[in-house]
């Protein structure tokens, strides 16, 4: 009668409402049966003890660069392996729909730290497609791994229309003709089933390349009468618009989230990043929610986006995105393919001054709290500093200025100094009051990019562990039902996608979790060469025995801490359409 049988287990529905001990039969791709007594076993060729374990809906990863990634490995194994079963793509203004293998790498390479050679080959050897309705289709021919659901990149359209150097000037707006382009592809992806679109505004991302290299992403030279034109067209089709305000302008952020007003016509869907508990500015943690709070009583629909663990991000010597929000640190990254010449800039006394009033100016928005004695030194040659901050290692050294401890290092030892901070997020009470926020999305896990900075693949387990451990501690702050709620159905109701429920008749997406296994292994990073990178290694999780069973469109793809050879080669998920 059945393909696979998850027995036994406690089920949720991805609804929020009581979860409940059932045996589940799933048949030709979807959940046939949910019952309260065993199922026929007869025949069946897969069945999985759940005693005692968590059967939940896949989990939906709302914020991922998997755009390249997703071309090279379409089983994306590294979410798969820890229960996201559905991700989405082309997020900060970026997709591959329409951009040319260059133009790509200068848009991917440096933003998202994804080399730019194996951006270039990648969309080289398998761009196919010339549309957004032949890019979906391209996709749903891949074996895919997770399901996949798309926005349109407004750099994307912008660059392809207007050419990558027009795209990023100043004094440069698109022709009547290029504007109506642009609203041409933005219709046809929606008509193809995208989500929306990826829009951006915020300055430290900066391009790669030779040509336009370190200018900011054509998104961010857009004029107000451009986005508005586009923004019409999401909020004629109720699709979603996927914003990043510049943190140093909160004009921004206010306009972003303002566009979400209806008002005399339909709300547009809004969904911003990021919502944050930032250690270089506390109060801004009240904002967030109340910024969400007035656009829904003005009409609105509108939501932050929220990694709900802790941002640590680790770094090789200066090769790190924040260092982009101030003039010195980006003019470091600006050389970062000549490398003897940014070493002679980290060695000048005027570079290092001019670095030194970046570091030291403590007010005003940014991202990271510039605070090298909260840099914990982690990889280095020398075996004298491990262990220790860049602030520490300047008062053992005399006295140094911190800024002179890491450049010192930096320029001795280069991306062989591998040191790690917490940005964000490092306040449990706050990251609580985030999680239930109706007002906040649970994602932005930037999956597939940043490769050699950090891993937030397990963010929907570790979310579970800390409800759990709350609940279990007579404190909780949301039940466990809201909490699996949060990370799968409600974000698949708002986004329009067929994911993120486990009833009669769903997608069987599904994901088996033995909580006694949601622990410490959660918090710790492992390195993994990455083959389809040249075995770069990239930072991943590991907490197999967490996940006892993964199961996409009805196909066991992993469990037991192994991956399921049928994983990337047989198709298992599929191109989400937004409904």
Same mark, same amino acid.
């Given at each position: 009668?059945?393909?696979?049988?998850?027995?036994?287990?406690?089920w949720?529905?991805?609804?929020?409402?009581?979860?409940a001990?059932?045996?589940?039969?799933?048949r030709?791709?979807?959940?046939?049966?949910?019952?309260?007594?065993?199922?026929?076993?007869?025949?069946?060729?897969?069945v999985?003890?759940?005693?005692?374990?968590?059967?939940?809906?896949?989990?939906?990863?709302?914020?991922t660069?998997?755009?390249?990634? &997703?071309?090279l490995?379409?089983?994306?194994?590294e979410?798969?392996?820890?229960g996201v079963t559905?991700?989405?793509?082309?997020?900060?203004?970026?997709?591959?729909?329409?951009?040319?293998?260059?133009?790509?790498?200068? %848009?991917?390479?440096? &933003?998202?730290?994804?080399?730019?050679?194996?951006?270039?080959?990648?969309?080289?050897?398998?761009?196919?497609?010339?549309?957004?309705?032949?890019?979906?289709?391209?996709?749903?021919?891949?074996?895919?791994?997770?399901?996949?659901?798309?926005?349109?990149?407004?750099?994307?359209?912008?660059?392809? &229309?207007?050419?990558?150097?027009r795209?990023?000037?100043?004094?440069?707006?698109?022709?009547?003709?290029?504007?109506?382009?642009?609203e041409?592809?933005?219709?046809?992806?929606?008509?193809?089933?995208?989500?929306?679109?990826?829009?951006?505004?915020?300055?430290?991302?900066?391009?790669?390349?030779?040509?336009?290299?370190?200018?900011?992403?054509?998104?961010?030279?857009?004029?107000?009468?451009?986005?508005?034109?586009?923004?019409?067209?999401?909020?004629?089709?109720?699709?979603?618009?996927?914003?990043?305000?510049?943190?140093?302008?909160?004009?921004?952020?206010?306009?972003?989230?303002?566009?979400?007003?209806?008002?005399?016509?339909?709300?547009?869907?809004?969904?911003?990043?990021?919502?944050?508990?930032?250690?270089?500015?506390?109060?801004?943690?009240?904002?967030?929610?109340t910024?969400?709070?007035?656009?829904?009583?003005?009409?609105?629909?509108?939501?932050?986006?929220?990694?709900?663990?802790?941002?640590? &991000?680790?770094?090789d010597?200066?090769?790190?995105?924040?260092?982009?929000?101030?003039?010195?640190?980006?003019?470091?990254?600006?050389?970062?393919?000549?490398?003897?010449?940014?070493?002679?800039?980290?060695?000048?006394?005027?570079?290092?001054?001019?670095?030194?009033?970046?570091?030291?100016?403590?007010?005003?928005?940014?991202?990271?709290?510039?605070?090298?004695?909260?840099?914990?030194?982690?990889?280095?040659?020398?075996?004298?500093?491990?262990?220790?901050?860049?602030?520490?290692?300047?008062?053992?050294?005399?006295?140094?200025?911190?800024?002179?401890a890491?450049?010192? %290092?930096?320029?001795?030892?280069?991306?062989?100094?591998?040191?790690?901070?917490?940005?964000?997020?490092?306040r449990?009470?706050?990251?609580?009051?985030?999680?239930?926020?109706? !007002?906040?999305?649970?994602?932005?896990?930037?999956?597939?990019?940043?490769?050699?900075?950090?891993?937030?693949?397990?963010?929907?387990?570790?979310?579970?562990?800390?409800?759990w451990?709350?609940?279990?501690? !007579?404190?909780?702050?949301?039940?466990?039902?809201?909490a699996?709620?949060?990370?799968?159905?409600?974000?698949?109701?708002?986004?329009?996608?067929?994911?993120?429920?486990?009833?009669?008749?769903?997608?069987?997406?599904?994901?088996?979790?033995?909580?006694?296994?949601?622990?410490?292994?959660?918090?710790?990073?492992?390195?993994q060469?990455?083959?389809?990178?040249?075995?770069?290694?990239r930072?991943?999780?590991?907490?197999?025995?967490?996940?006892?069973?993964?199961?996409?469109? !009805?196909?066991?793809?992993? !469990?037991?801490?192994?991956?399921?050879p049928?994983?990337?080669?047989?198709?298992?998920?599929?191109? %989400?359409?937004?409904?």
């Amino acid at each position: 009668m059945f393909d696979s049988i998850i027995k036994g287990g406690r089920w949720f529905d991805g609804t929020g409402a009581p979860s409940a001990l059932r045996h589940i039969g799933i048949r030709d791709g979807r959940v046939a049966e949910i019952s309260a007594t065993p199922l026929d076993e007869t025949d069946c060729p897969r069945v999985v003890d759940a005693t005692g374990q968590w059967v939940i809906p896949g989990m939906i990863d709302i914020h991922t660069h998997y755009d390249v990634e &997703v071309l090279l490995d379409p089983g994306l194994p590294e979410s798969v392996r820890h229960g996201v079963t559905t991700v989405l793509v082309g997020s900060c203004s970026l997709s591959t729909v329409h951009a040319d293998p260059e133009t790509a790498g200068d %848009l991917f390479g440096r &933003v998202e730290a994804i080399p730019r050679e194996h951006v270039v080959g990648a969309i080289g050897e398998h761009k196919s497609w010339h549309s957004a309705g032949e890019y979906a289709a391209a996709l749903d021919a891949l074996p895919l791994g997770p399901n996949v659901a798309a926005f349109l990149g407004h750099s994307d359209i912008r660059a392809a &229309v207007m050419g990558l150097d027009r795209a990023t000037r100043d004094e440069v707006r698109p022709s009547a003709g290029e504007l109506e382009s642009m609203e041409r592809a933005l219709t046809e992806a929606l008509d193809a089933g995208f989500v929306g679109m990826s829009s951006q505004q915020l300055l430290f991302d900066k391009l790669d390349g030779q040509v336009c290299r370190s200018r900011t992403l054509p998104s961010t030279y857009a004029t107000s009468r451009e986005r508005s034109r586009l923004n019409t067209i999401l909020r004629r089709r109720g699709r979603v618009l996927q914003g990043g305000p510049d943190v140093a302008r909160p004009q921004s952020l206010v306009a972003m989230a303002a566009s979400s007003i209806g008002l005399w016509r339909a709300p547009l869907k809004v969904s911003l990043l990021s919502a944050a508990d930032i250690k270089a500015i506390p109060g801004v943690a009240k904002v967030f929610p109340t910024i969400a709070r007035v656009i829904a009583l003005l009409g609105g629909n509108f939501r932050w986006q929220h990694l709900p663990v802790p941002f640590e &991000v680790y770094s090789d010597g200066i090769d790190l995105p924040v260092f982009e929000e101030f003039g010195s640190g980006a003019a470091a990254l600006h050389l970062a393919d000549q490398l003897d010449e940014r070493q002679e800039l980290l060695r000048d006394e005027a570079y290092r001054r001019r670095f030194r009033k970046d570091y030291d100016k403590k007010y005003g928005p940014r991202v990271w709290h510039r605070d090298f004695f909260d840099a914990e030194i982690v990889e280095c040659p020398d075996p004298a500093v491990l262990g220790k901050t860049f602030g520490q290692v300047g008062v053992d050294r005399g006295g140094l200025h911190p800024v002179d401890a890491f450049l010192d %290092l930096v320029v001795e030892h280069g991306p062989k100094v591998r040191w790690r901070t917490t940005i964000s997020n490092h306040r449990p009470e706050v990251l609580d009051r985030f999680a239930a926020d109706p !007002g906040i999305q649970l994602g932005f896990s930037d999956a597939g990019a940043h490769l050699r900075n950090m891993a937030f693949y397990n963010f929907g387990l570790r979310l579970l562990r800390r409800v759990w451990e709350a609940e279990d501690a !007579g404190r909780p702050f949301m039940t466990l039902e809201h909490a699996v709620h949060r990370i799968t159905g409600e974000l698949a109701d708002w986004y329009g996608l067929d994911a993120g429920h486990l009833r009669v008749g769903d997608r069987a997406d599904l994901v088996v979790i033995d909580p006694d296994c949601l622990d410490e292994s959660l918090d710790t990073y492992a390195e993994q060469p990455a083959p389809h990178y040249d075995n770069l290694s990239r930072m991943v999780n590991r907490n197999d025995d967490t996940v006892t069973a993964v199961f996409v469109g !009805g196909q066991y793809v992993f !469990g037991g801490g192994a991956i399921d050879p049928a994983l990337g080669t047989a198709r298992a998920g599929r191109f %989400l359409r937004a409904a």
